[in-house]
Every structure is written in C-alpha cells, then in structure tokens.
C-alpha cells in the first residue's frame, strides 16, 4: 500500500506530462503569419518551422510526412527563402531554368517572377515551385518543393505559401 500511492501519483503525473508535450507538438504545425522586418508568409497547417540559427535560410518550413515509396527519403513539402545581395533576379530564372528538368509554367509580372519546374532531387522527380521578388536591392528567393503530383491538400498549401509570401 506504500508504494500504491506514490506509484499512481507517478502514473498521474506522467499522463499530464505526456499530454503537454503532444498538445505542444501539434500547435507546433498548425497555421501561422510570420511577419519580419524583411518578408512576410503563412505557414500552412501540417508544415513545422525548425529553429535552427545556423541555417542558410531565412525561412524554412517542412511536412511531418514523407513521400509514398519510393520517395520515402524526402518530405511530402519543404520551404526555403534565401534573401541574397548583389544579384539580378533574372540571373537566378535562368540558373533555375538551366537547372531544371522542365519548366512547367512561368510568370513574370512587376518584378515578381514565378516558376513551377519538375527537377530531380536525391534521385528523385520532384515538383518545385519558385517566387523571386527584387526589393530594395535585394532578391527573395522562395522555394517550395513537393514529392511529384502533390495532393490536393498539398497543392493548396503549397498555392497559399505562394499567394502569401511579400517582400517588404
């Protein structure tokens, strides 16, 4: 009976733990407005935004999920905005379009160009998605890759990352 009580004191306390720790991991890929002093996007529900200092990005965001087999290696989504210095957007569409594999659509209009292109990444087709503005003299390079025919969910995410991302 001594041990009865404080056991079930370390079960309660262990199910509370526990219960925290998911309700703080799945608030964690819910939808979110992130406004900086340079750029401003919605991360979609189901994409995590990591905190790594030391990323060459000024953005990243990623699914909790993979790709079907074979594509398990790679996530169903990943996001990455680069902010670079000294060069011309055109520059970049034409690394982007030498690049590539196809160029599925592009569009160019007050000095936002947006591209979709089917490239190939660890051995794998992929859909690849690109906003670049030129701002301030400087160039915001978004890029959103999905695993090849993304679903509709998927495509909507990727569509509102698209839509919602400003240079300021």
């Known amino acids: 009976m001594e041990l009865l009580i404080p056991g079930l004191i370390l079960v309660a306390l262990m199910v509370y733990v526990s219960t925290r720790i998911k309700k703080s991991a799945a608030k964690a890929y819910e939808a979110e407005q992130i406004d900086t002093d340079d750029y401003s996007i919605t991360k979609p529900e189901g994409l995590l935004t990591p905190i790594d200092d030391g990323s ?8 909790k999920d ?3 087999p074979p594509n398990e290696r790679l996530r169903q989504i990943t996001a990455e905005l680069r902010i670079l210095d000294g ?5 970049i569409v034409g690394e982007l379009k030498e690049s590539a594999d196809k160029i599925v659509s592009e569009n160019s209009n007050d000095g936002t160009s947006i591209l979709e292109t089917s490239e190939v990444v660890e051995e794998t087709e992929v859909d690849a998605f690109y906003k670049i503005i ?10 959103i890759q999905s695993v090849k025919e993304p679903s509709e969910d998927d495509r909507r995410r990727i569509e509102r990352m698209l839509e919602s991302f400003r240079a300021k």
Do not use: T
């Open 66 to 68: 993979f790709g079907p």
């Open 134 to 143: 030129k701002k301030h003299g400087r160039v915001f390079s978004l890029r």
């Open 56 to 63: 060459p990005y000024a953005f990243q965001a990623y699914s």
């Open 87 to 91: 060069v011309e957007p055109a520059s």
